[in-house]
RNA sequence: GGCGCUGUACCCAAGUGGCUUAAGGGGAAGGUCUGCAAAACCUUUAUUCGUCGGUUCGAAUCCGACCGGCGCCUCCA
């Protein structure tokens, strides 16, 4: 049974998707006017470990993610640098496919963009009018949170909490403080449509309410988010979406805890954040997936290079076994021993602890568990059979790979076998060797700090000496 | 002011009533192997879970008070 921490309820629950064997999952994404932190790579990888581990228990999952390319950010970028909002947001858009792709996240089923599905806002905006939820003030439309009862449930909060706050915004326009835009006016020089209440552009909270509901359907199982967008944003959501289609919004509201700097939440407002990219410049996807799956999804969690580099260690403690694996895969002994090893157990593990709420730290210690059975086996054996590397190789794959990210072994198979150097290195440990016979150590030791420049590092063993490649990437 | 989260070893962190006198990663120390390394393996590193009380046969886990850190209530993953 699959347990899902559900915000709405704050608690956990049984994960029953509404249309099994399929789930539908809304993630939201980007507003493109920058690159995106390290802070949000935490969310968009946490949410791609969900992701695949739903598909790993066998659901066909269709994940959308939206992005936001239009908006006041974009608007205000795109006059500090003379540009047309839609470069801005092209260019921010590609910058966040090729940062995905970095970290090695799964492509979404589907990345529908605010721009392109104005007439389903407009379409929902309407409805709400239609309904007495909506009130057109000289062209700018706002919700009436007064007409909808289950507001701030999501939050926990009341209206009068809120509306005693001393924070929140006067517009003489709004009839109460709490309304948001669904329909802003447009200003000169601002990107605009035609709409029944004339030239304007979408509020921020509508887009998700309407490209859900295209492209996932007026009830999902499981809406994702970090944990700023509690309030307002969700909350606003469900008050579109649930006025306007009469159902249930999503069942599971799943959200993600900050990443912190120095026990300070990571945001561009405040500038203490590192982006994506350059965060990737300096450690593997692998390594960083890993600090990230290591501590639970929903708390705060903070970032450091001595952090970052302490998961690094532990990634190579991975890739030492998978280039273990890697060799003794491609010797193919046959008839080899094959030793005793509970394979089975390390699966029902890990299943077991992903099986509540996503605990990922637990299976991460699945993982080091089993790869220290694993190196057991190896140094208390000789000539084993290629068949027990198989095995090993199809656990890693199907968990440390497919579902958490942390390790990417058809990588690590083509850097052992198609680079073209690993001739001459070899022929450089055959030197070695001789001088080694030789006992001329000084040419020995030469030869491996030679290699070691070059980002090889190479172990002796008993049955001779293998390399490995340092910073894989 | 309202609502919520959080405090576990040198660092990160899981565990939320008996399976745990507390997983896993990093670090540190000793050992095996080695010409020396590296990797791997073995051993050690919290009788203790912010503090003080209480409930219970039994608590890191429940309750209360207190102390500390953070977030949301305004754009933000």
Redesign the pocket.
């Known amino acids: 049974m699959m347990k899902i921490y559900n915000t709405f309820t704050?608690t956990k629950e049984e994960f029953r998707p509404i249309n099994p064997p399929n789930v539908t999952m809304y993630m939201?994404?980007?507003?493109v006017y920058?690159y995106?932190?390290?802070?949000?790579?935490?969310?968009?990888v946490m949410a791609d470990i969900v992701r695949r581990y739903l598909e790993f228990k066998g659901f066909n999952v269709k994940f959308t993610m939206n992005i936001?390319d239009v908006?006041?950010?974009i608007i205000k970028k795109s006059n500090e640098e003379k540009k047309s909002t839609t470069d801005v947001a092209g260019f921010y858009t590609e910058a966040f496919f090729e940062d995905v792709r970095r970290l090695k996240i799964k492509t979404a089923s589907v990345y529908p963009k605010a721009t392109l599905h104005i007439t389903e806002m407009i379409e929902v905006i309407r409805e709400l009018e239609k309904k007495g939820f909506a009130y057109n003030v000289n062209g700018n439309v706002f919700y009436d949170v007064s007409k909808f009862s289950n507001y701030g449930k999501l939050?926990?909060?009341?209206t009068e909490?809120?509306e005693?706050?001393?924070?929140?915004?006067v517009n003489e326009e709004k009839k109460n403080?709490?309304d948001?835009a669904l329909w802003k006016k447009a200003k000169e020089g601002e990107p605009s449509w035609d709409s029944p209440w004339g030239k304007g552009r979408p509020g921020?909270?509508i887009e998700c309410s309407a490209m859900s509901t295209k492209h996932l359907g007026k009830s999902i199982d499981i809406h994702?988010?970090?944990?700023?967008?509690?309030?307002?944003?969700h909350e606003n959501e469900i008050a579109q979406s649930e006025a306007c289609f009469e159902q249930k919004f999503v069942k599971y509201w799943l959200?993600?805890?900050?990443?912190?700097m120095q026990?300070?939440?990571?945001?561009?407002?405040?500038g203490n954040?590192f982006t994506a990219r350059e965060v990737l410049d300096k450690y593997p996807a692998e390594a960083i997936r890993?600090?990230f799956a290591?501590?639970?999804y929903?708390?705060?969690?903070?970032f450091?290079d001595?952090?970052l580099?302490?998961?690094?260690?532990?990634?190579?403690?991975i890739l030492?076994?998978a280039?273990?694996i890697e060799r003794g895969i491609k010797l193919d002994a046959k008839s080899g021993v094959i030793p005793e090893f509970d394979v089975k157990k390390y699966y029902s593990d890990f299943e077991k602890?992903m099986d509540?709420?996503f605990?990922?730290?637990?299976a991460?210690?699945?993982?080091?568990?089993f790869?220290?059975?694993?190196?057991?086996i190896?140094?208390?054996n000789n000539n084993i059979d290629s068949i027990f590397y198989h095995g090993l190789k199809k656990f890693l794959k199907d968990t440390a790979e497919n579902v958490l990210g942390i390790i990417h072994l058809d990588d690590l198979t083509n850097a052992l076998n198609s680079d073209t150097d690993n001739n001459q290195i070899e022929l450089l440990i055959k030197k070695?060797d001789i001088?080694?016979k030789e006992?001329n150590?000084?040419l020995?030791?030469q030869i491996?700090a030679e290699l070691t420049n070059l980002g090889i590092?190479?172990?002796?063993?008993?049955t001779g000496?293998?390399f490995?490649k340092i910073n894989l990437k």
């Open positions: 704050k939201c994404g980007p507003t920058n995106f932190h390290i802070g949000n790579a935490r969310s968009f936001t908006d006041d950010n939050s926990g909060k009341n909490d809120l005693s706050g001393a924070r929140v915004d403080p709490l948001f921020w909270h994702a988010g970090g944990n700023d967008l509690i309030f307002p944003h959200h993600f805890g900050f990443l912190n026990n300070e939440k990571m945001s561009k407002s405040l954040f890993l600090f290591q501590t639970n929903g708390g705060p969690l903070n450091s001595e952090l580099n302490s998961a690094q260690k532990g990634y190579e403690k030492n076994l280039d273990k602890v509540d709420d605990n990922s730290p637990q991460v210690a699945v993982i080091f568990d790869i220290r059975a694993a190196n057991k190896i140094a208390g070695r001088a080694k006992k150590f000084a020995a030791d491996r590092i190479l172990q002796d063993s008993k000496t293998t490995k």
